[in-house]
C-alpha cells in the first residue's frame, strides 16, 4: 500500500461514499456547537421537523457573548447579563440544546468555557476523529491528530441531520520546524513568524501538518496555539501526529475510553502518524534556532515582525498591493513608517482566548508578572479559556500573582478576542493581545490590537508599551 499522510488517514477513514468530482460524503464523529454560528441550523431542524441523528455526538456551550464579570461571587447567570443581545444569544442556545438533547456545558457549571478550551479539556476532541464546528479555529483540535475544521451554519444543519457532510479533499502541507529556540520563544511567536513568512492566504486550499523535533517539545497547549493559528494563513486544517504528549493529556479526561477500549484506542492511535515516505504537495522548513519573539504591527495576522523590528516603511515595499495595504494598516493603526516596535505605547494588554488561554499560557504571563506591576495608564485583564483552567490556575496562586501586579482576573469568555461581549476597546485604543486577529475593529470599533504571546502581553502590560520579553530573563 502506498504511504499516507495523516490528513489522509483521516481522510479515508471517514469516506462513506465518493460522489463523483472529486467529492466525497464524509462521516462527522463530533460537532461543537456555540450560541454565536447554531441558532439557523437549530432552526432548520425545527422547520423540517427532525430530531438530531445522534444528539450525544454533539456537545454546546456558550463563550463568545459571555460577560467575564459577574455580579454574583459564584459566576455568570443569565439573570444577571446586562447586555440584551448577549442574553438572548445565550438563551437561544440553552432553549435549543434543552429541545433537541444536546450535551450542554452549563454557563455556571465546571465545564464551561471557549468551545476550542473545553472541547479537549473534557476528553470530546480525540485523536482519529472528525470534529466540526461552526467556527473558523476549529483547526485547534487538530492538534490531537483530529480531522476538525470549521463549517457554515447550513453545513451545521446538515451534520445534524445527517452526521455526515459533502466535502472535497485539501491539498497537504508540511510544515517541518527544526532548531532550538530561544525560551521566551513560544507556540504562538512560531505560528506568528510562519504567517508572517508564508503570508495570511499562505497555505490556503491545504491541510498542514506539523513536523520535526520543535513539535516533540511542545505542550498540547502550544500545539493547540499553533494548530489554531492556522486559519490565520488561509488553511483550514492544521494537524500534529497524536504521540506519548497527546495520549498523557487524554488519559483520565471525562469522555476519554477508559480500561480496555483505552489500550486499543491508543494503539490506533499510534498508527495515525504519516508513514515514512508520504509526500506532502508543498514543504516548508522552518529552523527556529534564529527566531525572536514576534508581534504584530498591522491589522492582518501576516503583518508581522520580530520584536526587534521596526514598522516597515511602505516606500521600501515592492509590491505595490503589499505597500498599500502597509499604509493603510499603518493609518489605521497609528504608527509611524520606522518607529521601533517596543517602544509603540500600550493602553491595553488582553491575555486569553482560544488561542493562548491555557494553563500553560497563563503560568508564562504569570511568570513574568511575578513581583512586578502593571504600567500606570493600562488596564490588563486575563481571561482563563474556561472555568476548569480559572480553577487551577486558582489552585496554583496565579490568580494572586496577577492581582497583585495590577491585573483583573476574570472569568472564562472569548472576552476581548472578539468584540461580542462587554470587554471590548473603545476606538483609538491600543492592545497587547494574545489572540489570534488584528482585523480593524476585531477588539471594538477604531480599536487596535497587536497579537503576541502571553510572556509578551505581560511584559508589555508591566513596560506601559509593546516590550521585548526577553530582557525579563532573569
Ligand atoms: C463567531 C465565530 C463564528 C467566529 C469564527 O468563526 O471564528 C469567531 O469565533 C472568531 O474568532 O472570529
Ligand atoms: S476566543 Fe476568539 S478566536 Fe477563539 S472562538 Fe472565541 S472569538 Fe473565536
Redesign the pocket.
Known sequence: MTAQTLYEKLWNSHVVTQLGDGEALLYIDRHLV?E?SSPQAFVAMREAGRPLRRPGTHYAVV??AVPTRSPRADGVRLGTIADAQAAAQIAELEANVAEFAVPYAQLDGPEQG???VIGPESGFTLPGTTIVCG???TT?HGAFGALAFGIGASEQGTVMAAQSLRQKPARTMRIHLTGTRHPFVFAKDIALAIIGQIGAHGAAGHAVEFTGEVIATMSMAERMTLC?MMIEAGSRVGLIAPDDTTFAYIKGRRLAPKGAQWDQAVAYWRSLASDPGATYDRTVTIDVSALAPQVSWGTTPDQTLPIDGVVPDPAQIADATAARQAEKAIAYMGLTAGQSLDSIAITHAFI????N?RIEDLRAAAGIAYGRKVASGVRAIVVP?SAATRDLAEAEGLDKIFVEAGFEWRLA???M??A?NDDRLAPGERCAST???NFEGRQGPGGRTHLMSPAMAAASAISGHIADVRKFLA
Open positions: 456555540h454565536v463563550d463568545h471557549i468551545v476550542h467556527d473558523s479555529h485547534t489554531n486569553g482566548s482560544c488561542t488561554g479559556g469568555g472569548c472576552s478576542c472578539v461580542m489572540s489570534n486577529r
